[in-house]
């Protein structure tokens, strides 16, 4: 085959999450041949590992339109637009009959894991010839490696499976790998499944996310039923005021409840929080628990005797896999260059950005792209309808159609508490409030006493720029 035939090769999306098997869906409608590779053993195999979680979109954002134009022929219906699905829901719902349907369920291969990218024939330091030539996938499937070629990559793969280390300066904390039967995950099951592993115990939440949040309002629900049940929470930062948010003011009022009702329970002392945290070693002890050390406010020192401990401390892109191609990205962020500034955490918590398509999401190796939540990098805002536009412009400029590609447009809901509502001095302390994921290690802005500004962001006036791309149904 010739390096630079590439015409009659798929486009490769990694990952059937919400954002590749959108990818997908865009790419059928610009008459481009799609093949999804997924690493779980069904499509959205991430979400499903927080099924238990409930989203703050409504279904009115969760859903792509060239996806739902798919479903709608085989008489699917959207949910109730205002109902906020689990992600369990999402899956079952949503995600699991798009990729059934005829047009997708050939095009997808579970169980397949990509492990490499790279341009066939040539490495990454070769730049002669290096335009046109088809990439080459790297999978594993079932204990087998097989190489793929593509005419291009769509890197829908998320960053699920790379959270964020609990020790300071972004490295493990000492003897963090030994601690792993106590790490239970930032979302773990408190009230269903994982129930017995926290009932009368002592648990440590460590994150300033709606990861935390959602883990430790668990824990206190738990609490009323379990005697004994004991709620510990490290945060980085000097105040949980920016996870506290935007209250009414929030555009996803879920999300908005959530901040206010741990805010409650800390008040109410269900949960003990500690602040100005940094950890610097885990400790297994004789009696089977684990001992958290560190220091806390004003450099105290901090000793915690635990049960369980759930990081919430975000999450990473693994970049390990596009080691061999050309990507230009953020040094700090770890997102394509252009939107790194755009959702920078030290300038901006908000999930609300200004519309981004191919040309702010493309790399000198031209056909490749990182969408989805692995485009955000360690910035913990990323919102679904975000990645859809992203791939409705993406396929359109693989299919040439130029303007289409170019005409971003994008309706966010507003969060009601952003960094760039803050003064620089907590602007700068703060990484963001972290959508869902966490933020990492709970930096935060100063001053319990922090009101929410007006549902603004990221600007002087409400961020969404222009309506046009409506979600499914509208
Ligand atoms: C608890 C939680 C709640 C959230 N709530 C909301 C919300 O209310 N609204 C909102 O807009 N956003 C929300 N988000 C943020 C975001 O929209 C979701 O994380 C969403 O799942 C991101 O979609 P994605 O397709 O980019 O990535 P993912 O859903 O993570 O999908 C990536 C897929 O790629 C697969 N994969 C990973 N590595 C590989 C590989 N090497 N090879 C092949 N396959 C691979 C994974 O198995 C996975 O199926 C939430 C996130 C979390 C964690």
Redesign the pocket.
Known sequence: MSAYRTESLPVVV???????LAAAAHLLERGLEPLV????DQ?????RS?GH?R???PWE??VDAAAARLLEATGWELPDRDA?PT?AELVDRYLAPLAATAQLSGRIRTG????AVSRVGVDKTRTVGREGRAYLVR?VADGRVLDLTARAVVD??????QPNPLGAAGLPAVGEAEAAPWLVG??PDVLGADRARFAGRHTLVVGMG??AA?TLLALVELQQDEPGTRVSWAIRGRSPARLYGGGDADG?PA?GLLGSTLRTAVQAGHVELHREVTLTRLTPTAGGQLQVTGTGRDEAPLRLTVDALAAATGFRP?LD?LREVRLDLDPGVEAPARLAPLIDPNLHSC?TVPPHGHRDLAHPDEGLYL????SYGRAPT??????YEQVRSIAAALAGDVEAAGSVQLQLPSTGVCSTDLGAREAAESTGVG???GSEHGYSAEGPELEPEPAACCGPAPQPVSIGAPAAGR
């Open positions: 990694i990952g059937a999450g919400p954002v590749g590779l997924e690493a779980g499509p959205g195999a991430a979400v927080w979680v989203l703050f979109s954002y969760d906020l992600g397949t894991r990509v492990v999978t829908a793969s998320g960053t699920w499976g930032p979302l709606h990861s959602n996803l999300r693994d896999m999930g969408v989805g939540m692995k990323f919102l679904l309808a975000t990645g959508f869902a994921t």
